[in-house]
């Protein structure tokens, strides 16, 4: 605009400062006229005509129709040089006031889809970075009202599950896109670390085997944390379920087993530092909609797994809890062995990790199953009805050893998660990603 401007100023300059206009009027001055004297007989006031014509002044003429038709000229090529640009302006004008309308008709949109949830696109795109890439990095701030829409207001309708700090609700940001909401409605400092302590965690954490956060929310008080959709719910909503303990096959059931030792194994051996969950259990046990299991929960995950960690606040949940956590305050990587342990025996039994068994008194399942797991005439009468009778005796006795092993009191007798990972292996199915060979199909498939 600043070019166009200036050359508009310096058109009169060039139209004027042309040939046309600046010919010169050539007439020379005349001579001095000297003080008048009448005429006497010895200088007379005419002389000859040859005279006369000898010694008078040498004037040029000036022909003014030819320059009156050169100014002409000039002033139509101006006229049209001016016109055009006005023109050209006027065309450029026009098409920013087109792109401007259309630029904020496009905001328009997107404020309107943002506002009825329908936007997810920045989450999805980091989401799908983080699971191409590998990429590690931050997680997205997510705006509350997309939240809200999202959950419809946090419909009841669509709860997933309700832990010690919040509930978990289902949200469907558009037609191809569901992600499970955790809404942290406990105050405090304990809410506020914890949720700290798990976008820090998750965000430099990435595995096929945890739960991957999408984004978070911090509104007023409240808290929220976005996850990737697990379709399938909890682990502990299949095995406590009455209706939904048929589905869990004894190969099923050996899979999300490998799952969980291949994710803790990342935790323990792979981050750097290593990571101690210090809260697994069934239910954050995830499975997606192919019964992938992914660890989940890590608020309460602190660093340095392969050393000791006295003065630790205890925390946990009653049945996991390792014993020389639970009376020393010692915490180390083998407290996530016991607890694994202690889900095997979930999965072996169909048992909560603490049951009633009088008005007030609790048993541990530790506590029942360790006497029946080392005998193998009464191992097979402990096994879930389920699926009892369904697997090879000689898997269901390695299972056994493995559960009995990791749920020592004494830490030093429990395997590293890496030897029960790759003992592991051999007991699942290669479609399940193990390594054993079945020929019956019906066996490594979901009821």
């Known amino acids: ?50 005279d006369f014509v000898a010694h008078s002044p040498d004037v040029k003429v000036v022909h003014h129709q030819d320059l009156n038709k050169k100014i002409l000229v000039a002033l139509v090529v101006s006229a049209s040089l001016l016109g055009g640009i006005l023109l050209l302006l006027l065309c450029f004008s026009i098409y920013r006031l087109k792109k401007l309308k259309k630029s904020n008709a496009k905001s328009d949109e997107n404020s309107d889809a943002a506002a009825k949830g329908m936007s997810f696109g920045p989450i999805l795109d980091k989401f799908n970075s983080l699971k191409i890439g590998g990429k590690k990095g931050s997680i997205a701030a997510i705006e509350y009202p997309l939240l809200v829409s999202a959950t419809n207001n946090f419909d009841e309708a669509n709860i997933l599950g309700e832990g010690g700090l919040g509930r978990v609700y289902k949200a469907h940001f558009n037609d191809h896109f569901h992600a499970a909401v955790k809404k942290i409605y406990a105050g405090g400092q ?10 820090e965690s998750l965000r430099k954490i990435q595995h096929q085997n945890i739960v991957s956060l999408l984004g978070y929310c911090i509104h007023g008080e409240a808290r929220f944390l976005v996850y990737e959709m697990m379709e399938n719910g909890s682990l502990e909503f299949h095995l406590h379920g009455s209706s939904h303990r048929s589905t869990m096959t004894w190969h099923l059931r050996m899979k999300i087993a490998l799952d969980v030792a291949r994710g803790l194994e990342y935790l323990h ?49 009653l049945g996991y809890v390792a014993p020389e956590y639970l009376l020393d305050g010692k915490l180390t990587d083998k407290s996530d062995v016991y607890a694994f342990g202690v889900v095997l ?6 048992r909560r990790p603490v049951e009633r068994v009088a008005e007030a008194q609790c048993q541990s399942i530790t506590t029942w199953a360790m006497p029946q797991l080392t005998d193998r005439s009464k ?42 990972l790759h003992s592991f292996i051999p007991l699942v199915p290669v479609d399940l990603g193990g390594s054993l060979r079945v020929t019956d199909s019906t066996l490594s498939t979901c009821a």
Request: negative net charge; hydrophobic residues 40%.
């Open 190 to 199: 304990e809410a506020e670390r914890e949720f700290e302590n798990e976008v």
């Open 379 to 420: 191992l097979p009468s402990i096994v879930d009805p389920a699926i009892r009778n369904t697997m090879d005796l000689k898997h269901l006795y390695q299972v056994a050893a493995i559960a009995v092993l990791c749920v020592q009191p004494e830490p030093s007798y429990r395997p590293l998660i890496t030897d029960v």
């Open 269 to 317: 051996e792979r981050c750097n530092p290593p990571v101690i969950h210090r809260d697994l259990k069934s239910s954050n046990i995830l499975l997606d909609s192919n019964f992938n299991a992914k660890l989940s929960d890590f608020g309460l995950a602190i660093t340095g797994g392969n050393s000791n960690k006295t003065n630790v606040k205890l925390s946990g949940t």
């Open 1 to 50: 605009m600043k070019k166009i401007l200036l050359f508009l100023l310096l058109i009169p300059i060039w139209v004027f400062s042309s040939p046309s206009f600046s010919a010169p009027l050539d007439v020379k001055p005349d001579p001095p006229v000297s003080d008048p004297v009448l005429p006497t007989e010895k200088d007379p006031f005419f002389k000859d005509s040859s």
């Open 345 to 350: 025996l979930e999965l072996l039994t169909g």
